[in-house]
T-cell receptor, first 112, second 114 residues
Framework: GNSVTQMEGPVTLSEEAFLTINCTYTATGYPSLFWYVQYPGEGLQLLLKATKADDKGSNKGFEATYRKETTSFHLEKGSVQVSDSAVYFCALPKTSYDKVIFGPGTSLSVIP | NAGVTQTPKFRILKIGQSMTLQCAQDMNHNYMYWYRQDPGMGLKLIYYSVGAGITDKGEVPNGYNVSRSTTEDFPLRLELAAPSQTSVYFC?????????????FGEGSRLTVL
Protein backbone atom coordinates (compact mmCIF):
# COMPACT_ATOMS: atom_id res chain seq x y z
CA GLY A 1 0.00 0.00 0.00
CA ASN A 2 0.91 3.66 -0.14
CA SER A 3 3.06 5.27 2.52
CA VAL A 4 4.11 8.72 3.68
CA THR A 5 7.22 10.13 5.32
CA GLN A 6 7.29 13.47 7.04
CA MET A 7 10.08 15.54 8.54
CA GLU A 8 10.60 15.21 12.25
CA GLY A 9 9.84 18.06 14.57
CA PRO A 10 9.51 20.01 16.62
CA VAL A 11 10.08 23.13 14.56
CA THR A 12 10.43 26.51 16.25
CA LEU A 13 10.32 29.69 14.19
CA SER A 14 10.12 33.38 14.83
CA GLU A 15 7.09 35.27 13.62
CA GLU A 16 7.29 36.21 9.90
CA ALA A 17 9.85 33.49 9.17
CA PHE A 18 9.53 31.18 6.15
CA LEU A 19 8.19 27.70 6.81
CA THR A 20 8.83 24.44 4.98
CA ILE A 21 7.67 21.07 6.24
CA ASN A 22 8.82 18.20 4.06
CA CYS A 23 6.56 15.34 3.03
CA THR A 24 7.41 12.52 0.64
CA TYR A 25 5.21 9.64 -0.39
CA THR A 26 5.24 6.26 -2.04
CA ALA A 27 2.12 5.49 -4.03
CA THR A 28 0.61 3.44 -6.79
CA GLY A 29 -0.74 5.85 -9.32
CA TYR A 30 -1.49 9.43 -8.39
CA PRO A 31 -3.77 9.57 -5.36
CA SER A 32 -4.95 12.81 -3.81
CA LEU A 33 -2.58 14.27 -1.22
CA PHE A 34 -3.57 16.18 1.90
CA TRP A 35 -2.23 18.37 4.66
CA TYR A 36 -4.14 18.39 7.93
CA VAL A 37 -3.60 20.72 10.87
CA GLN A 38 -4.28 20.08 14.55
CA TYR A 39 -4.49 23.12 16.80
CA PRO A 40 -3.92 22.58 20.53
CA GLY A 41 -6.75 20.66 22.17
CA GLU A 42 -8.64 20.12 18.91
CA GLY A 43 -9.18 17.42 16.32
CA LEU A 44 -7.54 17.46 12.92
CA GLN A 45 -8.92 19.59 10.14
CA LEU A 46 -8.11 19.69 6.46
CA LEU A 47 -5.69 22.49 5.60
CA LEU A 48 -5.28 21.90 1.88
CA LYS A 49 -5.28 19.19 -0.75
CA ALA A 50 -4.15 18.43 -4.29
CA THR A 51 -6.00 15.90 -6.39
CA LYS A 52 -3.58 15.34 -9.28
CA ALA A 53 0.07 15.70 -10.21
CA ASP A 54 1.34 19.29 -10.54
CA ASP A 55 -1.68 20.63 -8.68
CA LYS A 56 -1.05 23.29 -6.05
CA GLY A 57 -3.22 23.31 -2.97
CA SER A 58 -3.48 26.51 -0.94
CA ASN A 59 -5.29 27.83 2.11
CA LYS A 60 -4.64 30.42 4.84
CA GLY A 61 -1.35 31.41 3.20
CA PHE A 62 -0.07 27.82 3.11
CA GLU A 63 0.80 26.12 -0.17
CA ALA A 64 1.86 22.66 -1.29
CA THR A 65 2.57 21.39 -4.80
CA TYR A 66 2.01 17.78 -5.85
CA ARG A 67 5.35 16.85 -7.46
CA LYS A 68 5.36 13.41 -9.07
CA GLU A 69 9.01 13.66 -10.17
CA THR A 70 10.22 13.90 -6.59
CA THR A 71 7.16 12.21 -5.01
CA SER A 72 6.86 15.15 -2.65
CA PHE A 73 4.17 17.41 -1.24
CA HIS A 74 6.06 19.92 0.90
CA LEU A 75 4.09 22.45 2.91
CA GLU A 76 5.24 26.08 2.74
CA LYS A 77 4.24 29.45 4.11
CA GLY A 78 6.05 32.67 3.42
CA SER A 79 5.44 34.39 6.76
CA VAL A 80 4.25 32.42 9.77
CA GLN A 81 2.22 33.85 12.62
CA VAL A 82 1.91 32.82 16.25
CA SER A 83 -1.57 31.52 15.43
CA ASP A 84 0.01 28.95 13.06
CA SER A 85 1.43 27.07 16.04
CA ALA A 86 0.00 23.58 15.63
CA VAL A 87 0.82 20.04 14.52
CA TYR A 88 0.79 19.44 10.76
CA PHE A 89 0.11 16.04 9.17
CA CYS A 90 0.72 14.91 5.62
CA ALA A 91 -1.78 12.27 4.47
CA LEU A 92 -2.87 10.15 1.51
CA PRO A 93 -5.11 7.13 0.85
CA LYS A 94 -3.50 3.82 1.83
CA THR A 95 -4.70 1.76 -1.13
CA SER A 96 -8.17 2.96 -1.96
CA TYR A 97 -10.01 5.89 -0.49
CA ASP A 98 -11.43 3.59 2.18
CA LYS A 99 -8.44 4.30 4.40
CA VAL A 100 -6.37 7.42 4.83
CA ILE A 101 -2.91 7.19 6.36
CA PHE A 102 -1.11 9.99 8.14
CA GLY A 103 2.50 10.92 8.64
CA PRO A 104 3.76 11.19 12.24
CA GLY A 105 3.05 14.92 12.37
CA THR A 106 5.35 17.92 12.68
CA SER A 107 4.88 20.21 15.64
CA LEU A 108 5.36 23.90 14.83
CA SER A 109 5.83 26.60 17.44
CA VAL A 110 5.96 30.23 16.33
CA ILE A 111 7.38 32.70 18.83
CA PRO A 112 6.76 36.46 18.75
CA ASN B 1 -23.97 22.26 12.25
CA ALA B 2 -22.53 19.80 14.79
CA GLY B 3 -20.33 17.73 12.42
CA VAL B 4 -18.67 14.86 14.31
CA THR B 5 -19.45 14.66 18.02
CA GLN B 6 -17.48 12.49 20.43
CA THR B 7 -18.28 11.67 24.05
CA PRO B 8 -16.85 11.62 26.63
CA LYS B 9 -14.01 14.13 26.20
CA PHE B 10 -12.07 12.71 29.15
CA ARG B 11 -12.20 9.43 31.01
CA ILE B 12 -10.08 7.57 33.53
CA LEU B 13 -10.45 3.80 33.68
CA LYS B 14 -9.02 1.14 35.92
CA ILE B 15 -7.30 -1.87 34.36
CA GLY B 16 -9.89 -4.43 33.32
CA GLN B 17 -12.83 -2.05 33.16
CA SER B 18 -14.93 -1.66 30.02
CA MET B 19 -16.32 1.39 28.33
CA THR B 20 -17.72 2.72 25.08
CA LEU B 21 -16.59 5.84 23.28
CA GLN B 22 -19.47 7.36 21.42
CA CYS B 23 -19.26 8.99 17.99
CA ALA B 24 -22.06 10.56 15.99
CA GLN B 25 -22.07 12.53 12.75
CA ASP B 26 -24.87 14.53 11.17
CA MET B 27 -23.45 14.89 7.65
CA ASN B 28 -24.93 11.65 6.27
CA HIS B 29 -21.41 10.32 5.62
CA ASN B 30 -21.11 6.65 4.77
CA TYR B 31 -17.49 6.30 5.91
CA MET B 32 -16.52 6.50 9.56
CA TYR B 33 -13.20 5.86 11.31
CA TRP B 34 -11.63 5.47 14.69
CA TYR B 35 -8.01 6.54 15.14
CA ARG B 36 -5.79 6.67 18.17
CA GLN B 37 -3.09 9.27 18.59
CA ASP B 38 -0.05 8.60 20.72
CA PRO B 39 2.67 11.23 21.28
CA GLY B 40 5.09 11.40 18.35
CA MET B 41 3.38 8.47 16.62
CA GLY B 42 0.82 10.16 14.44
CA LEU B 43 -2.56 8.54 13.98
CA LYS B 44 -3.16 4.82 13.83
CA LEU B 45 -6.37 3.43 12.36
CA ILE B 46 -8.25 1.13 14.74
CA TYR B 47 -11.45 0.30 12.86
CA TYR B 48 -13.42 1.77 10.04
CA SER B 49 -16.83 1.40 8.42
CA VAL B 50 -17.98 2.00 4.86
CA GLY B 51 -21.65 2.02 5.75
CA ALA B 52 -24.27 0.81 8.20
CA GLY B 53 -23.74 -2.84 9.05
CA ILE B 54 -20.21 -2.98 7.58
CA THR B 55 -17.04 -2.67 9.63
CA ASP B 56 -13.43 -3.67 9.12
CA LYS B 57 -10.16 -3.72 11.02
CA GLY B 58 -7.48 -1.11 10.68
CA GLU B 59 -3.84 -1.26 11.76
CA VAL B 60 -4.35 -1.68 15.52
CA PRO B 61 -7.72 -3.37 16.23
CA ASN B 62 -6.70 -5.62 19.13
CA GLY B 63 -8.55 -4.82 22.35
CA TYR B 64 -11.34 -2.92 20.60
CA ASN B 65 -14.70 -3.62 19.02
CA VAL B 66 -17.06 -1.54 16.93
CA SER B 67 -20.57 -1.66 15.56
CA ARG B 68 -22.39 0.41 12.96
CA SER B 69 -26.14 -0.07 13.25
CA THR B 70 -26.98 3.37 11.81
CA THR B 71 -25.32 5.76 9.38
CA GLU B 72 -24.96 8.36 12.15
CA ASP B 73 -23.34 6.39 14.97
CA PHE B 74 -20.07 4.47 15.26
CA PRO B 75 -19.28 3.53 18.88
CA LEU B 76 -15.90 2.10 19.90
CA ARG B 77 -15.89 -0.48 22.71
CA LEU B 78 -12.98 -1.29 25.00
CA GLU B 79 -13.73 -4.58 26.74
CA LEU B 80 -10.82 -5.04 29.16
CA ALA B 81 -8.92 -1.79 29.48
CA ALA B 82 -5.13 -1.99 29.60
CA PRO B 83 -2.53 0.75 30.22
CA SER B 84 -1.44 0.42 26.57
CA GLN B 85 -4.83 1.82 25.59
CA THR B 86 -4.05 5.15 27.23
CA SER B 87 -4.32 7.50 24.28
CA VAL B 88 -6.36 10.18 22.57
CA TYR B 89 -9.07 8.71 20.35
CA PHE B 90 -10.44 10.46 17.32
CA CYS B 91 -13.53 9.62 15.35
CA UNK B 92 -13.75 10.85 11.77
CA UNK B 93 -16.12 10.63 8.85
CA UNK B 94 -16.12 11.34 5.14
CA UNK B 95 -18.42 11.32 2.17
CA UNK B 96 -18.43 8.56 -0.45
CA UNK B 97 -16.86 8.88 -3.85
CA UNK B 98 -13.48 9.20 -5.46
CA UNK B 99 -11.23 12.13 -4.58
CA UNK B 100 -13.27 12.95 -1.51
CA UNK B 101 -10.60 11.89 0.93
CA UNK B 102 -11.33 14.83 3.22
CA UNK B 103 -11.95 13.53 6.71
CA UNK B 104 -13.98 15.43 9.28
CA PHE B 105 -12.75 14.84 12.82
CA GLY B 106 -14.31 15.05 16.23
CA GLU B 107 -12.55 16.88 19.05
CA GLY B 108 -11.16 13.71 20.54
CA SER B 109 -11.59 11.60 23.68
CA ARG B 110 -8.67 11.42 26.07
CA LEU B 111 -8.56 8.07 27.84
CA THR B 112 -6.26 7.17 30.71
CA VAL B 113 -6.04 3.60 32.00
CA LEU B 114 -4.50 3.21 35.46
Amino acid sequence: GNSVTQMEGPVTLSEEAFLTINCTYTATGYPSLFWYVQYPGEGLQLLLKATKADDKGSNKGFEATYRKETTSFHLEKGSVQVSDSAVYFCALPKTSYDKVIFGPGTSLSVIP
Amino acid sequence: NAGVTQTPKFRILKIGQSMTLQCAQDMNHNYMYWYRQDPGMGLKLIYYSVGAGITDKGEVPNGYNVSRSTTEDFPLRLELAAPSQTSVYFCASRASGQNTGELFFGEGSRLTVL
